[in-house]
């Protein structure tokens, strides 16, 4: 295997620039950024200057046919995560994609297929798995300290956090709201920690109320007047193992922490919330917290990153699968389908 990825990133934005090239540039003399590729040619001349790289294409087709690479960073609209992902993998790279997975759980499917038979890493950009909370109340999950875990609570809401960059208001490219943005994190997180298990049914509403009329943006100036997407989405999961999962994600509600991204976790011998960690059990007869005293301080994203490079340089599998990505892009689908028929969605797989 080589000692050094030459790697490609498609998509120059915020992401590309915040995760994705500042943590290329903490790996060293382990990885070279080859190329660049957006759409937009300033976007893309501005970041390569901005981060010495080499070659520029406002077409990722030609990225991939020109400049020899073993691997890329999927950072577009989520419109593009399917194709650009699909030709990657086409042209012998390994590919790390921005969340979600896709637009379609049809999406998904294909490109775990198309992983499969190119014999390359997929993985996705879920860096929460890579959050020290995260890892930490896994090994003690992994260690039976909370039991059978049959009861979970997700939580990514904002008060008035709708995106005022990109095009995340705008159904047609990103697929949908905040289920999808930021709801997808914790629920891939809750989902990990649960060892994804096995979607039964989906019953979810979701709301227009805040979005689409003009009011403070913490997130900067959003486009209120073309907003097509749901500004809150709630729901409820039941898993075939009898489990069930209570989702609340939003952009904007009148809630009063500005920001909250929670996972809680009740199982039956233990409980836990994520951020900030805390553990509850019942040990000789009291009710006890527990609480880290220490994390370790790196970086979700500068970990995620990292253990990419790690994967592609040595075949260390990924985290976050393919087949996890298809469960989700279901499971989101089924949710949207849920809310726009007023039914429980049964997945029958
Ligand atoms: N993991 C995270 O925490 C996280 C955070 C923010 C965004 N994201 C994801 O990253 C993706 C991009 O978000 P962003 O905030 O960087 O948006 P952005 O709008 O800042 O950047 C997207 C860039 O992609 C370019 N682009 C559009 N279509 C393209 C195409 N076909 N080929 C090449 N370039 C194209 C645009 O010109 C733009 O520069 C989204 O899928 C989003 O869900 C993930």
């Given at each position: 295997?080589?000692?050094?990825?030459?790697v490609?990133?498609i998509?120059?934005?915020?992401?590309?620039?915040?995760a994705?090239?500042?943590?290329?540039?903490?790996?060293?003399?382990?990885?070279?950024v080859?190329?660049v590729?957006?759409?937009?040619?300033?976007t893309?001349?501005?970041?390569?200057?901005?981060?010495?790289?080499?070659r520029?294409?406002?077409?990722?087709e030609?990225?991939?046919e020109k400049?020899?690479?073993d691997?890329?960073?999927?950072?577009?609209?989520?419109?593009?995560?399917a194709?650009?992902?699909?030709?990657?993998?086409?042209?012998?790279?390994?590919?790390?994609?921005?969340?979600?997975?896709?637009m379609?759980?049809e999406?998904?499917?294909?490109?775990a297929?198309?992983a499969?038979?190119?014999?390359?890493?997929l993985?996705?950009g879920?860096h929460y798995?890579?959050?020290?909370?995260?890892?930490?109340l896994?090994?003690?999950?992994?260690a039976?300290?909370?039991?059978?875990?049959?009861?979970?609570?997700v939580?990514?809401?904002?008060?008035r956090?709708?995106?005022g960059?990109?095009?995340?208001t705008?159904?047609e490219?990103?697929?949908?709201?905040?289920?999808?943005?930021i709801?997808?994190?914790?629920?891939?997180?809750a989902?990990?920690?649960m060892?994804?298990?096995?979607?039964?049914?989906?019953l979810?509403?979701?709301y227009q109320?805040l979005?689409?009329?003009?009011g403070?943006?913490v997130?900067?100036?959003?486009?209120?007047k073309?907003?097509?997407?749901?500004?809150?989405?709630?729901g409820?999961?039941r898993f075939?193992?009898?489990?069930?999962?209570i989702?609340?994600?939003?952009?904007?509600a009148n809630?009063?922490?500005?920001?909250?991204m929670?996972?809680?976790?009740?199982?039956?011998?233990?409980?836990?919330d994520?951020f900030?960690?805390?553990?509850?059990?019942?040990?000789?007869d009291?009710?006890?917290?527990?609480?880290?005293?220490?994390?370790?301080?790196?970086?979700?994203?500068e970990?995620?990153?990292?253990?990419?490079?790690?994967?592609c340089?040595t075949?260390?599998?990924?985290?976050?699968t393919?087949d996890?990505?298809?469960?989700?892009?279901?499971?989101?689908?089924a949710?949207?389908?849920s809310?726009?028929t007023?039914?429980a969605v049964?997945?029958?797989?």
């Amino acid at each position: 295997m080589a000692d050094v990825l030459r790697v490609g990133v498609i998509g120059a934005g915020a992401i590309a620039r915040g995760a994705h090239l500042v943590n290329y540039q903490k790996c060293g003399e382990r990885v070279e950024v080859a190329a660049v590729a957006d759409t937009v040619k300033e976007t893309a001349e501005e970041c390569a200057k901005r981060f010495s790289i080499p070659r520029v294409f406002t077409r990722y087709e030609e990225m991939l046919e020109k400049v020899e690479l073993d691997a890329v960073s999927v950072c577009t609209p989520n419109k593009f995560h399917a194709p650009v992902t699909m030709a990657a993998l086409a042209a012998g790279c390994h590919v790390l994609c921005e969340k979600p997975p896709a637009m379609t759980a049809e999406e998904a499917e294909r490109m775990a297929q198309a992983a499969e038979k190119a014999g390359k890493i997929l993985t996705y950009g879920f860096h929460y798995r890579h959050a020290p909370e995260v890892e930490a109340l896994k090994r003690f999950v992994d260690a039976g300290e909370l039991g059978e875990i049959y009861a979970a609570r997700v939580h990514a809401l904002r008060r008035r956090g709708i995106p005022g960059w990109g095009v995340f208001t705008n159904k047609e490219l990103q697929g949908g709201g905040p289920l999808i943005d930021i709801g997808v994190h914790m629920l891939d997180t809750a989902l990990y920690l649960m060892g994804y298990p096995e979607p039964e049914v989906v019953l979810g509403s979701t709301y227009q109320k805040l979005g689409n009329r003009k009011g403070v943006g913490v997130m900067g100036d959003w486009d209120w007047k073309n907003f097509s997407v749901e500004d809150m989405a709630r729901g409820m999961i039941r898993f075939k193992n009898g489990a069930s999962l209570i989702l609340e994600s939003a952009f904007a509600a009148n809630l009063d922490p500005l920001e909250e991204m929670n996972v809680t976790l009740m199982g039956d011998e233990g409980g836990a919330d994520l951020f900030p960690l805390k553990i509850y059990q019942e040990k000789h007869d009291t009710l006890v917290n527990i609480t880290p005293a220490h994390l370790p301080e790196k970086g979700s994203y500068e970990l995620e990153i990292e253990r990419f490079v790690d994967s592609c340089l040595t075949g260390i599998p990924p985290l976050s699968t393919p087949d996890q990505g298809v469960v989700l892009q279901r499971l989101i689908h089924a949710f949207y389908q849920s809310a726009e028929t007023g039914e429980a969605v049964k997945l029958d797989r």
